[in-house]
């Protein structure tokens, strides 16, 4: 391991579309603690909507959301152990991992059930958010936060998966696919895509894929994530139901956050169908009888997921051989931290990491 | 068995809140039938709202909905077998039966589930629907929908149980209620009464009932169907969390079909909760990210019940001593139909049975 | 359809690993049954263990055991309706269809659930065993009982479902196999072989079948059923969790009905892992501290399956290009049966099926 | 807070059953710690089994089981917090809390479920086994172990929760008690008691304790923690049977650990019954067929529980105004800790726990 300076650069987003470049110092492990070496450091649709995009300060995102506090931005942090605080039970130098990127009080119920996401605590503190994130040359994390990330894995595969893909899966868990299932994933951004990724993965039978992008639908069908992959009209529906016996989907997956892609996965739902909202934001809504109760429908909400599960995750994808970074069309040293959100905003890219060292090939 | 008579006296609802009684010949059963003498037959809210107060011929309920075809009405019947066709298995003359009260085909993917209520065939004909129903002196059935009635449950009971209570055990069945549950039931109409009083027998720790009407209010009250009876007001979600120590209620139930009422099932829901939608009709609509997503939790449809889970219903209910007709204030004879429809069309009063016999009293 | 005849031939098993063919009328479908002009018929396990090598009668398997009941003999047909009889409502003439080998009374709470196999009425009689089976040119069958076979299958396939893989899958459905899942099938007959090819279908990621016999492990490697095939020796174990990170499998089946099979069916499953018995016959044993509690494992039972999920299971070979078939090693006509139970009696052969007309190929 | 004193008295079991009292010096919390003022500290059967009776030094347990280190003894500890080291993030001086007894590394995927009992790795140590427990007048305790305990339980109460009712409520969890069940509970010792106060409390309509000891069967119902309390000879099952209308118990619960004990548990378990072991220690042995997967039982391993379930246990005794101290028979100060274990011993008793201060009346 080199040895670490005094100083690093660090990313800030302080709204307006604008991205600022710092030089900070390097933090010093405390007790728990230890200080990443960042390898890469994924930009999240959520980094666009609530942050970069964000028009001015003081924010006001509703009275319980706690929105960015002039951190180092970057909630999809995967790195290297460069330096380790007193008291580490599990982790040591050297060590790569990722950054279950929402640090809670660790002692709460929800925190004690691995959900450190649902901590209601004063010590719930997101990285990139209200604790320094993971656009930096180096991160100080709690060792309680890390995911060990293995050999086959790359660096940029850990980043999507500290947020992104473990979303994914928890929505997918909960709602259990597997080989008996034709799967419809709703809003095919990287979200969505991952969906399919992930759905396949666990053996669905087919993965049908609708959008309303063109370009998102050419994508898809390009890396071959979904079997089938739908234009959201008037007809998208029946064209569910016509691939699926006319039955609808045993599992439906909305990731688009939006109001008529919530209804179409609920109405694409077959009879004892189950349907799973992952991406945020925004209003549903549908009509009890003829579009959920009269098939006995069941809807999951979920909400990132829990340390345990993506360290089972990470152990899966290993197993089955994906690699999230096939979803990463950008990759851009920290110093063009603005071209790359700029990219993202663009909305024509599929999903940007800012990466270091050997990352950045 | 007394001799059974050529004809018989019939109630028939032509719409625009009429209530005809006409004299038709007591049907023969055929193979796999039997002959009812009918005991009681109870009015549900979907008789009022669908069948009694429509406004004239033909009627337009949308292209999924079977509706009412002039037959003898009442789709929650209770009697004695007076006579059997060749074919039985089970069923004998003199045994006590209720009907569940959608006959399928029987023999599709939904009916050997039990779950007759889904059938798709053109033989799916619910009783007092499609096919005749209980307002009668005798009812014409098939043994695969008979449910036997078991001694210390009375014809009323039965009664209850053919489409209410089975509804209401359904759903509760889906969220799985137990002692480790406060259990919240919207809507405080015979079905959420029915659902206060199956939680309670389901262990539920806690009952909450919400209406806006005080008299239903007042009648859960006093017959003590629930530990807390709240006027749906604007604190009512307030109300709810300061009686389960800030957190809401582990499970939740939806029998007032409004947009309302559901989304304050949803809401009141705890973390991890669980909610299920009983009450019919009209739209659902809530904010994903803040009502739902963000406490993982669970939404259920639910429609009536299999056969086999309504004879575990009667099994359980006589297990735990509990006794539907506590919640019939109104027993009439067949003669008084018209009276009995116009009492539940005032709804000031609890729920209506026509009865026959010693029922009658 | 060609004109039925009069009488037709018959096989019976009547012990002493004997086969006697008889001349026998063709019987005439009465309410609610077909007849099924035979194609397929698979001779399964049990028809070795229970019926054919049966020594003497009468027979005494135990007090609630119903034995074979000099009927013709066959649990597993399949082909297509000849001739209906009154009452039919979905079935017709000219349907291909496979047999659920179980009729029960059809309306106890067994069999709305569909799990006929429970079913406790006086009128629960097997095919094969206390009614008459597949092995004979017709078959008399109760609508109730058929699952229809669609046209990717063959009649071949049919037999095969309606008892083996049925039984299987209700098994694999129960531990809810799926992409996230190691898989470890202990014995590899007939039955576990269906258990790997299923496996595979609803998603497992690794399938590991494991058995004593070096036959049995080099065809399932031939017909590369599994991704691994262990001899059942005293490091198996060992190599078992040697393939699966050293923390066995998420999920576990015993298709072996014997004593150490169980055994490691148990201690080979993770952590959380699901285990489910499907041999039958014999005791099972084993130290609970060491080898399920502390591991928070958790033990199925499972009994052939309900009449909804083979039709499932119908549907989905279909969707996944599964052909049960190719488990067949050996087709016979229905004059050649004597042989065709002394291969079985060998033991060497795989599974043998007595076929008719355009399946004996 | 009293002044904390240098040394205190602790009590520690060499084998051979004796209790040995020692005078030690009182720790010092470091990060993430706290020093508890000790007020309960209730004997388990296991100190008993594994640690009082042991016969000498060294003992062999098998080679997976981490025996008892000469520490301080006692694993169900509940006290006040006298003093807290830095890093607190929830409890502080003044709290009361029980512990959850074993302190695992907190940073495994077995720890981060909360299910610490299960940690694999070197810093697993249990209160009372491998590091100091609750029999001393001050006991060392890590944040992560500490469960708040509310005003309306007392420290006995607390201390009965840390391991015996935690442990029930995960096994009654895992088969999900509620009103719709029977419940067998086999062995009516301290866990068996518990056992059946929490099924009562989750809402069992029936618990049928079932105990070889006239002893325990008197004490069980004159503590009316059993609906029927049956001596375990061999018309038990017969007896279980009938007392549930022939079909036997939806749940069923071993805390025996014996052989025939467990099968009874199985064999009493109603079609689609759930059975569960909490019982430790010996062989289990049943005919599968027969006594299992003909009825499709189903059958969970459980140990100990987590620490959100033991959270979520404390919340309810609350809601349900259950005390664990009404199982406890005698309770002694730590002086007489000798008495205490020889009472335990005799095997005539209830439970005993040593206690503090108020709770010492």
Redo the contacts between chains.
């Keep these: 391991m080199s040895s670490i300076p005094q100083t690093m650069r660090a990313a800030y987003l302080p709204g307006d579309g604008t991205v600022e470049l710092r030089t900070v110092p390097v933090p010093e492990p405390g ?2 603690e230890v200080l990443l070496r960042m390898k890469a450091s994924a930009i999240c649709g959520s980094d666009m909507k609530f942050i970069y995009r964000r028009k001015s300060h003081p924010f006001d995102l ?1 009275p ?1 959301f706690k929105g960015y506090e002039d951190v180092v931005c970057g909630h999809e942090p995967c790195g290297v152990i460069a330096k380790c605080g ?2 580490l ?3 040591k130098e050297g060590d790569r991992a990722l950054v279950y990127h929402i640090s809670g ?6 925190c ?4 450190m996401i ?1 901590c209601l ?1 004063k ?1 719930r503190r997101a990285y990139g958010w209200q604790r320094d994130g993971g656009m930096a040359e180096y991160l100080l994390a709690e ?2 936060d ?1 995911i060990p990330l293995p050999e086959p894995l790359s660096y940029v595969d850990g980043a999507q998966t500290a947020c992104g893909f473990g979303t994914v899966y928890e929505g997918l ?2 709602v ?5 299932d ?1 799967v419809l994933v709703v809003g095919l951004g990287p979200v969505g895509m991952a969906a399919c990724m992930l759905a396949k ?6 993965v049908i894929g609708v959008d309303i992008s063109p370009e998102r639908l050419a994508l898809v069908r390009e890396k071959g994530l979904a079997d089938e992959a739908l234009v959201s009209d008037d007809s998208v529906l029946g064209n569910i139901r016509r691939l699926t ?1 006319g039955k609808g989907c045993e599992k439906t997956v909305d990731c688009s ?1 939006s109001k008529p892609g ?1 209804l179409l996965a609920i109405q694409a739902a077959r ?1 004892w169908g189950k349907s799973v ?14 579009d ?12 990132v997921t ?3 599960r993506m ?2 995750l990470v ?2 994808m290993v ?2 051989g994906i690699h999230p970074d096939a979803l990463i069309t950008t990759r851009l040293p920290l110093e063009k931290a603005a071209e790359g959100f700029a990219l993202m905003d663009g909305g024509t890219c599929g999903k940007v990491a800012i990466c270091f060292d050997e990352e950045l090939k």
Aim: with cysteine; net charge neutral; aromatic share 12%.
């Design positions: 007790h728990g509703g319980d007193p008291g039970r599990r982790f009080c660790g002692v709460c119920g929800d004690r059930r691995g959900y649902c605590s010590w060792e309680k890390l868990s909960k259990a696919v597997s080989g008996d034709a993965a666990m053996g669905a039978e087919k016996g956050g919530r009879t909202m992952i991406g945020e934001d925004g209003e549903a809504a549908f009509r009890p009888s003829a959920f109760m009269h098939e006995h429908k069941t809807l999951y909400g979920s909400w829990s340390t345990w360290e089972e152990e899966r197993r089955w």
